[in-house]
């Protein structure tokens, strides 16, 4: 009822851990993939270790609105990654490797590395919203996006899928130069930040930060039905989702499976098992046999 | 969200340790931790070590961000979010407290919580033995690995003759991982009952970053206190991750 | 003490009334000039009359998070509107016209027939995220913004204040367009929608609208704080302000005042007089004497 | 937030007039009301007619949204929000309760909440009349323009007479603004306190848009019902404003 396919990979279910939250070490990604996910994207990985930013790194919002996170693209670098894969590959679901790079090559030799280590598809993260020189400083540059994409194509075997940034106001055109892609992840986070007024300065270390969670689920919707409405290539949902209804609000837009980050915040690992549960009482009340019949349902045109 | 208190008092407990005095109406259980920002300067968790009304951090100063820390006066303000993780379970019985250096910032609430522990207080050497007289209710026996007070030797081997002489229901214990490491050993060995509370690099305090995990456990949220899972940590004692979250 | 000064403009408090809440009839802008707001935005007031799009317009998101709306500038034609205009200039507070157009010549006319009614300001509306051929379509076209701001620079004497789109990954460079403007508004809603999962369509008539309320405020307040570190010109922070402590983290990152829209939902319309309140307790509480002293506190050069 | 209900009963109440019924936890007052939704069709406002536990809505056909709720049969589903506004204050003394049309179904909840009001239920011809045999505690009269039941002419006529004879603590009234402003003239008249529920196009329903505004008062939240405030309405019955805004 609830398996998914997307590019060939089949999943369990439709809900896998959006990248950077509990996927830097393989024993924490072996815990959640046994917590009942469907797959897991890794942390974005990089060619080399990379501390990230000072504390704070993360500011919660109140009234469980999200968070802002500026974490910095903090990793072991790829070298010292294959290890924490081997042990996550246990987990018997699809893991898909994140990288992050700025140029076409750097990403190329990211994703043949991930390809080695044994991910079912490599993830560009295309929008990281607070590093420079990474994320979404390369994901708006279309000639790049392009280079990016074709140049890890034509490297690796492996499905790829493309990250694409809500922060701006050509996302059709940022899609269309990513065309190449096997799937696009919609959305990475928004970029804002917080200020501490008794403090009279930003909170994070880094000023900037990347809003997740409840906030911006509208922003993700919004993108994924938009670019479900112009594209064949299959959508991966992200942004907010912290329920069964988000996630199904998010398939009805267009998505062919769901990624999920900040809900583990406010419903711990459990979220993945307690979603999964949610969405599929929803199709038994509703009669809808897969939930994959859910994609693009709520597509007016 | 953090929220501002005020430094109220400022107690020097041992070499490079003091303890910060202010008021807060969160509720923290004993091993419970919060995380405390000095603008500008940085962020870390600490240890409730004083709870009730007047509540209190005891900061050993380490780096940069404890050091700023150390140099604040009664006035100044800390800003703090929490409690947050899973404190000490207190459970019936004969109970043996076993703290290595500023671990004993984290037990001291709850050695007030229990009704007659016997409890261990461990350093290197005298000066660094961290509340030596704070507790009315408690058998305390004091260990420095020099032997300029108390016993002479480590934590664990003056825990390791305690075991041999009483039958203890549950061992509570903070410290150098090596300690707690040592400590786990004994309570296999002596097939008693432990809790560790556990100290790991920690970014988010809230359960999502994976920098504070240690064998897919998330020592913000999953711990700081363990019990039964601390038998198949074997990164105990053995694995720490840097910030880019690379083993050590 | 909580008065400001915006190009020239005083105003009783920094809370000015944002564009499209409360502010279609002259009757409701005198009233809620009566109930203590600084200033007040009209409506954004185009060419010709426009019904807006069909109900549902508005998206009330749980948990106060904030609404989606797409009322799609719906307003009577500028030849209707000084009717209004004389009614709410009796208020005494300082007005804004907003004005909406497609091209530099209509931006022109429109602003040019507001100051003949009396408006002490014009706000161009470049950022309307959900009508098509306005607001945020014409707002990322540098070139156009350009020509917008000057024909109307050229045409009228009051200060003309640009309402940029956070929808956009090139805000520097929006706002280097539009530097000729005297002030610049940041930000107009976040383009985002909401499906019903029952009805399995999106909510709004128009499927896309844009997010307002506590949940933008993130988006909002790195706005203002990355405008404010490269241009002089003075910003009005706007994006979910909702409490005294919001307006101030808004002055904060560099904000001379502010507008507030949505939380009249969540306040009514003393939301006003409270928030001036609420400002007023905290500066005192921290020996500040006049508000403008917050502004840019929190820059970390 | 929308709420899905599904539809009970339907009941053919007058002409083009129907109530549906529906199962709902909310807990309106007379006078409030809610946003009814027909997805891909229209959303409107609706007063509550039947309060309680199996709530009801009754509904004129006017236009496109309502014809297209007077195509639904029971089993099919409303999607609601609400209730919204400011209902009727229910004060002592002697009430007179007046509705025009399908104003009578804001009213009614009203009328059933008072101990023994004398209510006017009136409308153009008598096949419009509504809910005429619906109340066990009133004292009803009627009145048509065209004579086709009780008394003929205006309610306002019917009403000036009533009150020509009777000294009333409140005026109750909803129904055509013509109607209203013809009430508001007789309670300034004879010195009545009164209360009318109003109707203005609407579209937000919760405050912010302006469009069911009459003289800086908006009918969705500082309405529907208004009393003191209507004295100086000067738009009343005079000036409504189309879906830009503009004055019609
Ligand atoms: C749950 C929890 C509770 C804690 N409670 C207390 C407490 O009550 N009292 C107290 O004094 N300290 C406590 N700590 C430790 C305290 O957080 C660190 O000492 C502090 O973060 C050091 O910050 P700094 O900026 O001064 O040093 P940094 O500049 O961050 O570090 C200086 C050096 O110490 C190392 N280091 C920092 N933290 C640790 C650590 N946790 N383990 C091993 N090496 C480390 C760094 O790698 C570096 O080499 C607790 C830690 C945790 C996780
Ligand atoms: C607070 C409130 C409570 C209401 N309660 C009820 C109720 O209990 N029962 C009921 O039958 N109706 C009630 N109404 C009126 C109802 O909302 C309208 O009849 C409905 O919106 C018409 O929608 P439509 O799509 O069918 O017609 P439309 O296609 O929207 O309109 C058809 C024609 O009627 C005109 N029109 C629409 N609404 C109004 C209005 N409010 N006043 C004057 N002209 C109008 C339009 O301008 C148009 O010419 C209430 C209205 C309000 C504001
Ligand atoms: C703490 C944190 C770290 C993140 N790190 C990454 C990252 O390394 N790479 C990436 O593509 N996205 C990263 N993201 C974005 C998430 O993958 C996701 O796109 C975003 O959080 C929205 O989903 P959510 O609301 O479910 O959290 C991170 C998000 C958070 C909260
Ligand atoms: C119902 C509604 C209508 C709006 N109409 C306009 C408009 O006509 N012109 C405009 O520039 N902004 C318009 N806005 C945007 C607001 O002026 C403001 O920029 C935005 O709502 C963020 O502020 P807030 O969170 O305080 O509401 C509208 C917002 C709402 C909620
Ligand atoms: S500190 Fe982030 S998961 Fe524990
Ligand atoms: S319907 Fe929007 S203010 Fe009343």
Not at chain 2, 164 to 189: F, N, Q, S, W
């Amino acid at each position: 009822m609830l398996s998914v396919s997307v590019n060939g990979i089949q999943f369990r279910n439709p809900l896998i851990l959006a990248s950077g939250i509990l996927d830097e070490s393989g024993a924490t990604m072996l815990r959640i993939a046994r917590a009942g996910a469907g797959g897991i994207v890794t942390k974005s990985v990089g060619a080399k270790e990379r501390a990230g930013y000072g504390n704070p790194v993360v500011y919660e919002l109140p009234h469980e609105r999200g968070i802002i996170n500026a974490i910095g693209l903090a990793n072991p670098g790829i070298d010292a990654y294959g290890e924490e894969l081997r042990i996550a590959l246990q987990g018997g679901v699809p893991i898909i490797g994140s990288v992050f790079g700025s140029t076409a090559e750097e990403f190329a030799a990211l994703a043949k590395k991930m390809e080695e280590y044994g991910v079912h598809a490599v993830e560009l993260n295309l929008s990281c919203p607070h590093a420079s020189g990474y994320g979404m400083e390369v994901g708006v540059d279309k000639k790049l996006v392009r280079e990016i994409v074709s140049a890890v194509k034509s490297e690796v075997q492996v499905p790829v899928w493309a990250k694409l940034t809500p922060n701006t106001h050509d996302l059709r055109g940022i899609a269309a130069a990513a065309e190449d892609a096997d799937a696009f992840v919609l959305i990475n986070t928004v970029r804002g930040m917080a200020i501490d007024i008794n403090a009279r300065r930003p909170v994070l270390s880094n000023a900037y930060g990347g809003l997740s969670g409840p906030c911006i689920k509208p922003v993700g919707v919004r993108a994924v039905y938009e670019i479900a409405r112009e594209f064949d290539t299959p959508i991966i949902g992200v942004g907010g989702i912290t329920t069964g209804e988000d996630a199904i609000e998010y398939m009805m837009a267009g998505a062919s499976a769901v990624q999920i980050g900040t809900a583990i915040l406010y419903r711990g690992i459990n979220a993945f098992r307690e979603i999964a549960g949610e969405i599929e009482s929803w199709l038994i009340e509703n009669g809808i046999e897969k939930v994959s019949e859910l994609v693009g349902m709520a597509q007016v045109r | 969200m953090y929220r501002v208190v005020k430094i109220e008092e400022i107690i020097d407990e041992a070499k490079d340790i003091k303890t910060f005095k202010f008021r807060d109406s969160s509720s923290p259980l004993p091993g419970q931790f919060y995380m405390v920002w000095l603008p500008g300067i940085d962020e870390f968790p600490m240890s409730i070590s004083h709870i009730g009304v007047m509540k209190g951090f005891t900061v050993k100063k380490i780096g940069a961000g404890t050091s700023a820390m150390h140099a604040l006066n009664p006035g100044d303000k800390l800003w703090i979010r929490g409690p947050y993780g899973r404190g000490f379970e207190i459970v019936d019985g004969t109970a043996l407290v076993v703290g290595g250096g500023s671990g004993m910032a984290t037990l001291a609430p709850l050695i007030e919580s229990l009704p007659e522990p016997d409890v261990i207080i461990a350093a290197r050497t005298a000066d660094e033995l961290l509340f030596t007289n704070r507790f009315k209710n408690a058998n305390v026996h004091l260990a420095t690995d020099d032997g300029s007070a108390g016993f002479k030797g480590f934590a664990t081997q003056l825990a390791a003759k305690m075991l041999d002489e009483k039958k203890y229901e549950m061992i509570y214990t903070c410290g150098p991982e090596p300690m707690l490491l040592g400590m786990v050993e004994l309570a296999r060995r002596y097939d008693v009952k432990i809790q560790a509370s556990l100290e790991r690099l920690m970014k988010c305090g809230i359960g999502i970053c994976d920098s504070c995990s240690i064998n897919g456990y998330r020592v913000c949220v999953d711990g700081p206190v363990f019990s039964e899972e601390l038998f198949s940590m074997d990164e105990l004692g053995r694995v720490r991750r840097g910030p880019s979250g690379k083993k050590m």
